[in-house]
């Protein structure tokens, strides 16, 4: 059976060469709009990516009402973005995970890492937690739990539609469930049983990408007063009570989040561990004036940084945390900074870090710096895949 002829989508002269090397996504800016009827297309309709001297770059989904305008699934003109490419697809994400990991507990596929664009998708044993962002990926959305189910068998799989993507998308917010999904499950990680709330949790319920950097952690905090900021769940202060900090203090604005916390406290038998509610910044700010101070301070924040506007209000706010993280740092204590925001670099996290440093006249050594784990794999042609940092810095 042949393949229907896709709709054309033509680039202007020479932008053809972001994706002959490597990358997936296409600008409504690149696009020649006297040879493309680029806003009589559908959203999630396939088409044929072709550049301005007539050259097949591969087939995409398009949509014409966002600044990324399509989005390739296959090099060839002519793909199917149908059952047999998503069980492809999929397979060869399971594949790796399960060659990284002895447990089925991670972030099964990664969107464009996977090529799969628009796709999210977090195992939990037999529970999948979705997120779908593009329309692409929303028009093939019954094949796609379809495929899901053949390869994985899962016991239920929740969709959640509440990423602000979908909005830009013009695409519905909202979730659904498929099959049975607990409110909460189990995972293992660093020695801790964590309670994972699923529906009223944050995102896909746990962050996966930090696995890596919570186990090096471990190393720094036996014997320590651990202060873990922004703490949700407890992904590092549980694990810093596991590996023998003789205090850890939790906060976190969720008081839903905290009590998850204290429950897998309380289950894994783990003495010394606290929480306090409230934002992380006025929380600091209390701490500094009443002079409480640790021997480990965490900061792994939200994403301050969520769009290129923002970048210069995000920058203070990660200079104005990581100050107050280091005034209430004791000498010789360990900085542990974060930033899951892809538009701050690496370079600048540290640039910000040693600033705070010396407004305090005080010196920053960096020990190591932390990645995102494996699941989370780079695309090598497509920077914003690459977005999170961990420094571990002592401060003498």
Request: glycine share 8%.
């Amino acid at each position: 059976m042949t393949n229907p002829v896709l709709p054309l989508l033509a680039l202007k002269k020479n932008e053809e060469r972001r994706l002959q090397a490597g990358h997936l996504w296409v600008f409504s800016n690149e696009v020649d709009t006297r040879k493309t009827a680029l806003k009589e297309r559908v959203p999630g309709e396939l088409v044929t990516v072709q550049s301005a001297a007539g050259k097949v770059l591969g087939t995409a989904y398009v949509n014409p009402n966002s600044l990324i305008c399509a989005r390739l699934v296959s090099r060839r003109g002519d793909a199917r973005f149908d059952a047999d490419l998503l069980r492809r697809r999929l397979l060869s994400a399971l594949e790796l995970r399960e060659r990284l990991f002895p447990h089925p507990c991670y972030r099964l596929v990664y969107g464009e890492s996977d090529g799969l664009p628009g796709l999210v998708v977090d195992r939990y044993g037999d529970v999948l937690v979705c997120q779908i962002t593009t329309a692409g990926m929303e028009r093939v959305r019954d094949t796609l739990i379809e495929v899901l189910q053949e390869c994985l068998q899962p016991s239920g799989i929740m969709l959640r539609d509440d990423s602000p993507m979908r909005a830009i998308e013009g695409l519905a917010q909202g979730s659904m469930q498929i099959g049975v999904v607990p409110d909460t499950v189990q995972l293992q990680e660093g020695g801790v049983s964590f309670e994972v709330p699923l529906a009223g949790g944050q995102k896909t319920g746990w962050f996966f990408d930090q696995r890596s950097n919570r186990l090096a952690m471990h190393k720094y905090v036996p014997g320590k007063r651990v202060l873990d900021v922004f703490s949700y769940v407890g992904g590092w202060g549980l694990q810093a009570a596991r590996a023998g900090a003789t205090e850890v203090t939790c906060v976190d604005a969720s008081t839903t989040a905290l009590d998850v916390l204290q429950r897998s406290a309380h289950n894994n038998g783990l003495s010394g561990v606290s929480v306090e509610a409230g934002d992380g910044f006025d929380v600091m700010q209390a701490m500094r004036g009443a002079q409480r101070r640790f021997d480990v301070v965490i900061v792994d924040p939200p994403a301050f940084i969520k769009r290129r506007k923002d970048i210069r209000q995000g920058e203070q706010g990660y200079a104005r945390l990581n100050q107050l993280a280091l005034e209430l740092l004791e000498p010789g204590g360990i900085l542990i900074s974060c930033s899951c925001s892809m538009h701050l670099a690496e370079a600048r996290l540290q640039q910000i870090l040693l600033s705070a440093a010396c407004r305090q006249s005080r010196q920053l050594q960096l020990l190591e710096r932390g990645f995102q784990c494996m699941d989370h794999p780079v695309h090598p042609a497509i920077a914003e895949t690459a977005y999170l940092k961990a420094m571990f810095c002592r401060v003498p």
